[in-house]
């Protein structure tokens, strides 16, 4: 059964050749993006904060949640997935829905906007690429970038190392923020077509904040200034749960959230009470599970927070700084008494959003989040094991299992479990010469040791 896009925003006549409502999640080269400067910057915004949701709730979020087994491949290609049965012509669909869809759209808006003196959507479209960037550099690693998103002009981009996109990530929002910090907002500013922040500048800065605090965890692993400067981005960012970046998904047909149209579409494909993070979650008593897994045993679906039409697609929640707070501090000093109440603060946030019962949460914290302080390591292993469990069907999951082997997934096929995606099939074929040769475990992401 076909699955119909998460939310297509009908542009101008010049946007209607680079966006186009897709037809299924498991459809084209890079397009030229370059819109003229009559497309008026809101369009434009909504279009790649829907986009962006749309894929990385949708194909993304499938792909590392059957990799670290949060769900059940159950039948046809999510069973084949499941077991590890990935070729490069998997990912044709993911990747026009990433580069044309969000980046270069994206890029559109950003320099538009600052041909334009829109300093607001200079500076929030800055962020938006920041964070797109840092999700796909952390599927696949070295990515066109530098030379990519420049139409005819060059349709066989050379690809930026991964360790380097992280440092134009930085650059990017560091720009982002002085942008937004203009006093001048520009002639034209955001407001309804922003979905995330309705145009609030602070709330922006607090999410690039919120990038740079998960960019430096992810170098953390021995390495204690990376540590502290998590830390400090931490600080700057989300000062609670109201600021986090999370997209709210309409009730349209069209608009709806990605899990919710699969699931009504293809039922039955991927199920949730059957995938060992079920299983774990019954035998932990977590009070959580009924809430993220239909409680019907016949459904098999989804629960209502994450499998409604208007379900959020969460991109960094408040939750997700706390838990970096407590392994940044265990990493940079070893203070287990400040990030034992970091770790029981994470939790806390995750279950209250959630709704659950306060004494459940007490019960759950006692049992499973408090921190004992045997070891370093031993304390970021049980930060991380609660990630695994609050960080539902979010794609950061796979890179904080990749980062710390927490929690220890037995593989489903006896071999190796995935480390990374394949670049698609359409970038072998068009684009052979640049394009660096990987399988599904080699070579592993430079933060990945």
Known sequence: MKIKIFF?????????????????????????????????????????????????GGDISRFTSLFTQQVFGHNAQ??????????????????????????NNNDTLMHLSDRKGYNMYSGISRIIMAYSLQLGVDLWGDLPYSQAMKGDKNLKPAYDKAQGLYDTIVSLVNKGIEYIDNPDPGLIT???????????????????????????????????AMA????????????DEKHAAIYISSTSENGANPWYQFTTQ??????????PLADSMTARNDPRLNIYVDPNP??????????????PVEFITFEELQFISAEATLRATGDFAAAAIL???????????????????????AAHATLTNASVDAAIAQVAREEYYA????????????????????????????RRLLYPQSELSYNTANTPAVTLYSPKLFWDN
């Open 8 to 56: 297509c925003v009908l542009l101008a006549g010049a946007l209607l050749s680079t966006v186009s409502c897709k037809k299924s999640f498991f459809t084209d080269y890079n397009k030229n993006p370059n819109a003229p400067d009559s497309v008026p910057p809101n369009l434009l915004l909504s279009n790649v904060e829907a986009s962006l949701a749309y894929t990385q």
């Open 78 to 103: 999510s069973q084949q997935y499941y077991n590890y049965i990935l070729n490069p012509g998997t990912f044709d669909n993911l990747w026009p829905d990433y580069y044309t869809s969000v980046l």
């Open 190 to 224: 955001p407001g309804v077509d922003d979905h995330l922040y309705g145009g609030d500048a602070a709330s922006w800065k607090y999410f690039g904040h919120a990038i740079l605090a998960r960019l430096y965890i992810h170098q953390s692993k021995g390495n204690a």
């Open 228 to 239: 502290n400067l998590a830390l400090q981005e931490v600080g700057k960012s989300f000062p």
């Open 266 to 275: 293809r039922p039955g494909d991927e199920t949730f009470v059957d995938a």
């Open 298 to 311: 016949d459904d098999a679906a989804l629960g209502a927070y994450f499998g409604s039409a208007n379900s």
């Open 343 to 365: 770790l029981k603060d994470a939790v806390t946030t995750n279950m209250t959003k959630l709704g659950v019962a306060a004494g459940d949460i007490t019960t759950y914290i």
């Open 391 to 418: 960080l539902y069907l979010n794609p950061e999951v796979f890179t904080v299992w990749r980062r710390t082997g927490v929690p220890v997934l037995p593989s489903v096929t006896g071999g190796p479990i995935p």
